[in-house]
């Protein structure tokens, strides 16, 4: 798919995933994209934890499905955790900016490229906002303090049907001066 808004349409968040299993080649390609991301400084405040084997994958989503919430995460093949980094802001901005000023939004970028990355190759992908974080942590080492940017289950999408975008409407949102 050559036509960047298109790929940006097809990618929805799937709930609903297959059986089939993700091939490890391509959560590393979703790593790749993100790594490239822009980021303040080129700090690259960001670090990935890829969860493939199926024992691992099961008890990730035991952390996500709660409460009768995100029960589709049962299904995932994959996970992967962004976490946030210390940023090295170059030595000038960091005397005016805290050294994570930027990080919220370099992470959010780098957990879009991962996601169109995923649509590009064929997967499904579903942001968790909600999960059982202490518990989450304990299982894949994360430090208690390390603040975590996504999580994302990965998965190749049981329905193909592209759904309609519920978004504002462009004139809403800009302004062109
Ligand atoms: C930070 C973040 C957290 C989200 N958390 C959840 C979640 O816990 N469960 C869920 O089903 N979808 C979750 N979503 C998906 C959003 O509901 C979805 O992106 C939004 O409704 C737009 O739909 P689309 O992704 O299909 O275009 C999350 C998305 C983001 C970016």
Same mark, same amino acid.
């Given at each position: 798919?050559?036509?960047?808004?298109?790929?940006?349409?097809?990618?929805?968040?799937?709930?609903?995933?297959?059986?089939?299993?993700?091939?490890?080649?391509?959560?590393?390609?979703?790593?790749?994209?993100?790594?490239?991301?822009?980021?303040?400084?080129?700090?690259?405040?960001?670090?990935?934890?890829?969860?493939?084997?199926?024992?691992?994958?099961?008890?990730?989503?035991?952390?996500?499905?709660?409460?009768?919430?995100?029960?589709?995460?049962?299904?995932?093949?994959?996970?992967?955790?962004?976490?946030?980094?210390?940023?090295?802001?170059?030595?000038?901005?960091?005397?005016?900016?805290?050294?994570?000023?930027?990080?919220?939004?370099?992470?959010?970028?780098?957990?879009?490229?991962?996601?169109?990355?995923?649509?590009?190759?064929?997967? &499904?992908?579903?942001?968790? &906002?909600?999960?059982n974080r202490p518990r989450l942590g304990e299982l894949l080492?994360?430090?208690?303090?390390?603040?975590?940017?996504?999580?994302?289950?990965?998965?190749?999408?049981?329905?193909?049907?592209?759904?309609?975008?519920?978004?504002?409407?462009?004139?809403?949102?800009?302004r062109f001066v």
């Open positions: 798919m050559n036509d960047f808004i298109e790929l940006a349409k097809c990618r929805q968040t799937c709930r609903e995933f297959a059986a089939r299993a993700v091939e490890h080649e391509k959560l590393v390609a979703c790593v790749e994209a993100a790594r490239l991301a822009p980021s303040g400084c080129n700090a690259q405040p960001w670090s990935f934890v890829v969860v493939e084997s199926s024992a691992m994958v099961a008890k990730v989503a035991e952390c996500v499905a709660m409460d009768g919430m995100n029960s589709y995460a049962a299904q995932a093949k994959a996970f992967v955790v962004i976490l946030e980094e210390h940023a090295k802001l170059m030595p000038y901005i960091a005397v005016m900016l805290d050294s994570q000023y930027f990080a919220k939004g370099d992470l959010g970028a780098a957990a879009a490229y991962f996601c169109l990355e995923a649509e590009s190759r064929g997967l &499904g992908t579903c942001q968790f &906002g909600i999960f080492g994360i430090p208690e303090h390390q603040p975590y940017a996504a999580l994302i289950g990965i998965g190749y999408p049981a329905n193909p049907e592209v759904r309609d975008k519920q978004r504002k409407p462009l004139d809403q949102l800009v």
